[in-house]
Structure formats: structure tokens, C-alpha cells
């Protein structure tokens, strides 16, 4: 990720979520001597959150350039010099990755929970009632023999639905993309 170490994902990993997890690390190890470290990781953090969370807009991407960069030419220390690889790496190497999170409004990893929904595939959904008990904001409707359904703005997107949800039916599914009621 840019420190002289190597970090080993796959497509179930969403870089941007990595590089934001990297340098809240980095931020909060910080001494705050440096303005530029002690100020710019924090704008950098607030944007990457911005991002993640379905909030960021596409100028951003070069502000976090700019910042980073900025960071590692002026910061005295070395964790000061190198907070910003993270970001600057996922940029150059998974820009597209970035792209989608603000321009289409996906997590394409099905990782950050602003970017993503929970869908009960009717054809699979055998109205077991587990994941309508297990919901903590009673975001599912439905009963015994009848399909169940998402209410999509009540959704906290914890996952929980599609953890209980018996491996035999596979009847919810993680959809990257904000889902409205009715889709």
C-alpha cells in the first residue's frame, strides 16, 4: 500500500473502504505537529468517508491527490510522508473503483453500507419468517406463506437478513447500488 508493505485482497475487497481503514489508522498515530499531516489526513479521512457513504463527488478524487500529495512533500516525519499512499496507490491503481462509488453510486466489492442493498429474490424466498425475526428495525414484511420484502427506506443495511437466511435458499441476495421500494 505504499509503505514498503504488501497487503493481499480480492474482489471482495473495496479499496476505497481500504485506503479510508489505512489512514484513519495513520491519522489517529499522528503527533500533530505537522499542519499539513495533522489537518490534511483529517480532510482526506472526512472526504474518503464522504465517499463511502454514497457522498462524494467526483472532484474529490483529485482534492485527495492534491492533499496527499501535498501531505507527503510537507510533513517532517516519516509516518507524516507515507499516511498518504494508501489513497494515492488505490487512486492510481483502482481509480475506476472510486468512480463508481461516486458517479454510479455503487460499491462494486458490496462492501460499504451506503452503497449498497438487500434484496429478497421472490423464486427463492420459502417464508421461513427467519430474517423478519432477526431484523433489529423491522425493515421486512411478510408471514408464513408469503414472500418476504425489504422495505428498502427502513433498511440499516447490517447484513443480518443475509446471514440468517438458511444457505439452502440463498433468497437474499447483497446488491451493490441503493434499491428504492418497488425495485
Excluded: W
Excluded at 420459502?126 to 423478519?132: P, Q
Excluded at 414484511?141 to 414472500?147: L, P
Excluded at 420484502?149 to 441503493?178: H, M, Y
Aim: charged share 25%; net charge positive.
Amino acid at each position: 500500500m505504499g509503505s514498503g508493505g504488501m497487503v493481499v485482497v480480492d474482489e471482495d475487497t473495496c479499496m476505497v473502504d481500504l485506503a479510508r481503514y489505512f489512514l484513519g489508522f495513520t491519522q489517529k498515530e499522528s503527533c500533530g505537529q505537522c499542519s499539513l499531516c495533522r489537518l490534511g489526513s483529517v480532510q482526506m479521512l472526512e472526504i474518503l468517508n464522504a465517499i463511502t457513504e454514497g457522498k462524494g463527488r467526483i472532484e474529490d478524487i483529485d482534492l485527495l491527490i492534491e492533499l496527499g500529495e501535498g501531505i507527503k512533500r510537507g510533513s517532517i516525519c516519516g509516518l507524516g510522508q507515507t499516511a498518504p499512499n494508501p489513497v494515492l496507490s488505490t487512486i492510481r491503481y483502482f481509480r475506476g473503483e472510486y468512480e463508481a462509488h461516486i458517479l454510479e453510486k455503487k460499491c462494486p466489492a458490496r462492501v460499504c453500507r451506503g452503497l449498497i442493498s438487500y434484496y429478497i429474490v421472490p423464486d427463492k424466498c420459502k417464508a421461513c419468517l427467519r430474517c423478519l425475526r432477526e431484523c433489529p428495525v423491522g425493515a421486512i414484511k411478510g408471514g408464513k406463506k408469503e414472500v418476504h420484502v425489504i422495505n428498502q427506506d427502513k433498511c440499516t443495511r447490517c447484513g443480518i437478513c443475509l446471514s440468517v437466511c438458511p444457505k439452502r435458499f440463498s433468497a437474499v441476495e447483497c446488491v451493490p447500488g441503493r434499491l428504492t421500494n418497488g425495485d
